[in-house]
Nanobody
């Protein structure tokens, strides 16, 4: 069982930055993957970025955030991070952290993840 707690959301103007954090209740081992997803009102949940822990595989990003968002991790603190720069009003959503304990690669398919946080709201005004 992995419990996830997100933080770092808030309200910013377009062009601003936010850094989201997701603290896991357990150590993140090789073979795990973790991801950030978001859901805007009236829209389906979509993958934003994901990372695989282990050799190769690495990180992946949604086309809409490439070059603006960076996913990383601090294993010593069991923490997943999402640095969001050049934020746009279209980035407004509830952002979720997710974890899977058996992965072969980084995935942005929600069905691949078993554990979810409660979400943190990001609001970007124009």
């Amino acid at each position: 069982q992995v419990q996830l707690v997100e933080s770092g959301g808030g309200s910013v103007q377009a062009g601003g930055s936010l850094k989201l954090s997701c603290v896991a209740s357990t150590h993140i081992y090789n073979g795990y993957c973790m991801g950030w997803f978001r859901q805007a009102p009236g829209k389906e949940r979509e993958g934003v970025a994901a990372i695989y822990f282990g050799g190769g595989a690495g990180t992946i990003y949604a086309d809409s955030v490439k070059g603006r968002f960076t996913i990383s991790h601090d294993n010593a603190k069991n923490t997943l991070l999402l640095q969001m720069n050049s934020l746009e009003p279209e980035d407004t959503a509830l952002y979720y952290c997710a974890a899977a304990t058996f992965c072969l690669y980084a995935s942005m398919e929600a069905d691949d993840y078993s554990y979810w946080g409660q979400g943190t709201q990001v609001t970007v005004s124009s």
